[in-house]
């Protein structure tokens, strides 16, 4: 796409009076009632979403077991995209995608929900099914938020597999899931050079015996390779049709499993269920980062972490907010890459993570100041916690 927005930015002294929350006592309070009447407060949040059969019950908690919205039936995709189409938001920039070569592709939430139709009407023809299981093994480019999202409409459970993980860890978890169907891409980016995408499944594939279809991503400008099985991801998703009618799933229908690091045994895949999820992370998104139709928000996470499912697609674009996706490394071709970003797509909500912000202040303060910053206006961290020199060195 080549859509444009055109951005008014409001002045630092102007975010009290339009915050989203304006005051710590209108939090306390917030915070008070969904303790204290915390059915009728999740009832509520919940009803800012599409359901297409409203709950019986907001809460079934008999530990360790608890089901949401029992008997309400949604759709997540449907609420990150089609929710969108008949208000402003339609043609604003649901994402902007820069690649490590320099590269940049937008989609407005109207191009983002066709693209997401098609890749949902290509997996439907490849046998994909409410229930069947999905690998995705990519790197930060939009075509995996386009996956994730296809796969939460036909309420296919994804599995995104983490890009530094090789094939044997690629392997275990398409054999715990039980994949039917992977998406990846010929090669990424990093640090200016190729890192093997498709290699890796194709090693990995020889021991999963369940997966039956590959579907490629060609990132690189060298000619595809396809295999047994293997299908251009380009040709399959241009000749499907741009709608698709989002079906009615369950409140706890599955959405999504991703699994532990392995560090400490096998691989655990932890199951997160639709509707909890969805109000959860849409209303943690809105309050934590002050979303508005005016903001670029950047979260630097890959979405192989629970981070960059909640937090770079699922949470904001509920949220109808504009996602800045980098594919490639902070410091190529120099450590002012993020900076950089930052100025030229006017970012204004950066969210990253601790080990990113102390190897930023090894790289030396003249790196930031080198770029206008002054779009920022909120600044958050993630993954582990941060020490104070390295949160006042970020925040100054």
């Keep these: 796409s080549a859509s444009t927005d055109t951005r008014v930015f409001p002045p630092p002294a102007a975010f009290a009076a339009s915050a989203g929350i304006g005051s710590r006592e209108a939090y306390d309070a917030l915070y008070a ?36 919205f029992v008997g309400g039936t949604t759709n997540l995709a449907y609420n990150c995209l089609d929710r969108h189409l008949a208000g402003p938001r339609a043609d604003a920039t649901a994402i902007v995608f820069e690649g490590e070569p320099g590269d940049v592709v937008r ?6 929900h066709a693209e997401v139709c098609r890749m949902a009407n290509a997996l439907t023809t490849l046998g994909v099914a409410a229930g069947d299981r999905v690998g995705i093994y990519m790197g930060m480019v939009p075509e995996a938020a386009i996956g994730m999202l296809a796969c939460a409409r036909l309420g ?27 998406l990846t ?18 090693r990995a594939r020889v021991d999963v015996p369940s997966v039956k279809h590959v579907v490629v991503l060609q990132r690189m400008t060298e000619a595809l390779e396809l295999g047994e099985g293997a299908h251009d991801w380009r040709t399959l998703v241009s000749a499907q049709a741009p709608t698709h009618e989002a079906p009615a799933l369950d409140a706890e229908h599955p959405l999504f499993i991703l699994y532990t690091s392995g560090t400490t045994g096998k691989p655990k895949g932890v199951l997160h269920t639709t509707g909890g999820y969805m109000v ?29 499912h909640s937090y770079v697609v ?12 980098y594919e490639g490394a902070p410091n190529h071709p120099g450590p002012d ?9 006017k970012v204004t909500i950066l969210y990253t993570a601790p080990t990113a912000i102390r190897a930023f202040v090894k790289w030396g303060d003249e790196h930031p100041q080198r770029h206008d910053l002054s779009t920022l206006r909120l600044l958050g961290t993630v993954g582990e916690p941060i020490n104070p020199e390295a949160w006042m060195w970020y925040r100054e």
């Excluded at 597999?161 to 044997?168: N, P, S, T, V, Y």
């Design 314 to 325: 699922y949470g904001p674009l509920c949220n109808g907010a504009t996602v800045m996706m």
């Design 280 to 308: 959860g992370t849409a209303l943690t998104t809105k309050h934590t980062f002050d979303l508005r139709d005016s903001d670029v928000y950047w979260c630097t996470a890959d979405v192989g972490w629970v981070t960059g």
């Design 156 to 182: 296919a459970v994804d599995t995104v597999i983490f890009g530094g993980f090789a094939a044997e860890a690629i392997r275990d978890r398409l054999n715990d899931a039980g994949a039917k169907v992977v």
């Design 107 to 112: 989609y407005t939430y109207r191009e983002l």
């Design 33 to 68: 009632r969904s303790v204290n009447d915390s059915d009728a407060f999740w009832a509520e949040q919940a009803s800012a979403f599409h359901w297409f059969a409203p709950h019986t019950q907001v809460l079934d908690w008999q530990p360790p077991h608890a089901k949401w």
């Design 185 to 202: 891409q010929d090669a990424a980016w990093r640090r200016g050079q190729t890192v093997p995408r498709k290699a890796q499944v194709d």
């Design 337 to 345: 890459r993020l900076w950089d970003i930052i100025a030229r797509h």
